[in-house]
């Protein structure tokens, strides 16, 4: 990957529109050239950023990406020489965002570790399988992942992100808003203010997230022997409780909507439930909009914000507890990867 400059990290703006969407903390916002905010993901640290159309892209990253692209042109990285640790590091992650990625057949690709900035880190790049999307019809796509994972001091963060191999270079100038439209649509449609089952795919990738945790992140290997002891001793409980935290802020959202918009007696599903309540849609009144999803984030104790990237758009989601991100891409036109931060 090409090393980028830090010359080139974009002022990063709100998308218009979609200031509706932001929770409480994020009111204030920062005139184009006045601000340029730190590229890196840190916990309920809103990101500044307003009316981004236009922009080449905006520099947002989890951490082990930054390290990847500022080191991976360096002495520092080293790569494995062994290639059956693309699978092992890749392979769990993959399955998590609800992509098979070949479960029967090695992966091919290239797999690196860096020791940069006090942290350990492990990079699968050029994955490659093939998969149906989902919505679509039977048919595989072939499809490219990345997978960053890292551990340091403050905690631990991993992004899996799936793209297609081609195709970006063809969107339309508009792409961007669109993306972000269609990610405000998916959040009506999660917390009920929506019935459109179009907009059904940002609850369906969450739902297979949380449910699938438990019984995958046990699979997840690394290519050093310090790193494998700390994700068996802790590293699988402490993202186990970050999803768990966030399963949880969004049932409290889906019940405030409920409450607030339908009937103040309204009740959740009795019984254990680790994912999202059933979609439940809140009938009568279609004008429900942007102030009623910021009012339900803000009580479910959720920052959100839509950041335009150079290929995907991020719906980034913080609380006091960590950071999680998913991806739409355009292309795909599917959620495709997560980023975790705990």
Known sequence: MKKRSRARRVRLLFLAGCAGVLAAGMAAVWGAGRFVPPRQVTARTALPVH????????????????????????????????????????????????????TENGLPGSCWRVSAQGSECFFARDVHFSETLPGGDDSPRSLTAQVSVGRRDTGFAVTCRVFAPE????????????????????????????????????????????????????????????????WQDEGILRTDSLLYELAGAFRMGQTRAMQSYYRASWLPPTGAYEGLYPHE??????????????????EAGLDAQVVTMEQQAMLLFSWEGGDVAVYYDPVLDCFSGYSLQA
């Open 51 to 102: 009316n981004a159309l236009g922009v080449e892209s905006a520099d947002v990253l989890f951490w082990p990406e930054e390290i990847w692209e500022e080191y991976s042109l360096t002495d520092a990285a080293v790569r494995q020489e062994n290639l059956g640790f693309v699978p092992d590091l890749a392979r769990p992650w993959l399955i998590l965002a609800g992509w098979d990625a070949g």
């Open 167 to 230: 195709g970006y270079q063809d969107l339309p100038d508009d792409w961007q808003e669109t993306a972000v439209q269609r990610c405000r649509d998916e959040l009506k449609y999660l917390f009920g203010f929506s019935e459109d089952e179009r907009y059904a795919g940002l609850y369906e990738f969450l739902e297979e997230l949380f449910r699938l945790k438990v019984e995958h992140l046990g699979d997840v290997q690394f290519a050093g022997d310090e790193m494998t002891a700390w």
């Open 281 to 298: 849609v809140i009938p009568g009144d279609t004008s429900l909009g942007d102030a009623e999803l910021a009012r339900v984030l803000l």
